[in-house]
Structure formats: structure tokens, C-alpha cells
Nanobody, 121 residues
Framework: QVQLVESGGGLVQPGGSLRLSCAAS????????MGWYRQAPGKIREFVAR???????RYADSVKARFTISRHNAGNTVTLQMNGLKPEDTAVYYC???????????????WGRGTLVTVSS
């Protein structure tokens, strides 16, 4: 089955930078959209950023000018460069892929297991 493998989470000080990466594996042929959501303790999961296969990107207002999302490796990998991190960015970050085409069909949505980002001094 298709899996999203995330990496890059960890502990960083306020104002620091961190790069998250997510790769689709397990038979993905093409992925229409890839992006990131996050969920802080006690809060609802929220949209962070996404990138389409055509190169269009969209960001949540709270991360604009600080985060940059990019697609790599024929669109099967998505990277989130996070700069100027703030304590309020602390959350579990989940990779999301939409419209994943495989040899056996198309998956509407696939989620990663999440990677923890902690911004604290």
C-alpha cells in the first residue's frame, strides 16, 4: 500500500529553522497534491501548506513568509522549509497526499503518521 514517510521533526529554539520532508512510497505513480497539516495539543488539525503537481502553492496566513513548500523527485516528495519558527508552531506535523494514482487504482487521500516539531528555548 502507499505510505507517506516523514522526517525532519525535532526540537528547535525560537527563531530557528527546520526542514520537513515527506516521500510517497509503496507504489505511487503520481500524486496530484502534497502538503502539510499540523495539530497542537488540545487543538484541531489545521492546514499549513500545499503544493499541486502543476507547481501552485498555498499557505496558511500564519506561516506565510516564513515557510516554503516544494515538490521534488517527480512530485513524489514534498519538503517544508520552516524559518523563523515560533513557539506557536509547536505541533505534530502530518504529511498529506491527495489523488494518489497507483497501478490498482486511485486513492483520494493518504496521511502520514506525523512528526513532532517542538519550538522552545
Amino acid at each position: 500500500q502507499v505510505q507517506l514517510v516523514e522526517s525532519g521533526g525535532g526540537l528547535v529554539q525560537p527563531g530557528g529553522s527546520l526542514r520537513l520532508s515527506c516521500a510517497a512510497s509503496g507504489g505511487a505513480i503520481s500524486v496530484s497534491t502534497m502538503g502539510w497539516y499540523r495539530q497542537a495539543p488540545g487543538k484541531i488539525r489545521e492546514f499549513v501548506a500545499r503544493a499541486s503537481s502543476a507547481g501552485r502553492t498555498r499557505y496558511a496566513d500564519s506561516v506565510k513568509a516564513r515557510f516554503t513548500i516544494s515538490r521534488h523527485n517527480a512530485g513524489n516528495t514534498v519538503t517544508l522549509q520552516m524559518n523563523g519558527l515560533k513557539p506557536e508552531d509547536t505541533a505534530v506535523y502530518y504529511c498529506n497526499a491527495g489523488e494518489v494514482q497507483t497501478l490498482s487504482g486511485t486513492l483520494s487521500e493518504v496521511w502520514g503518521r506525523g512528526t513532532l516539531v517542538t519550538v522552545s528555548s
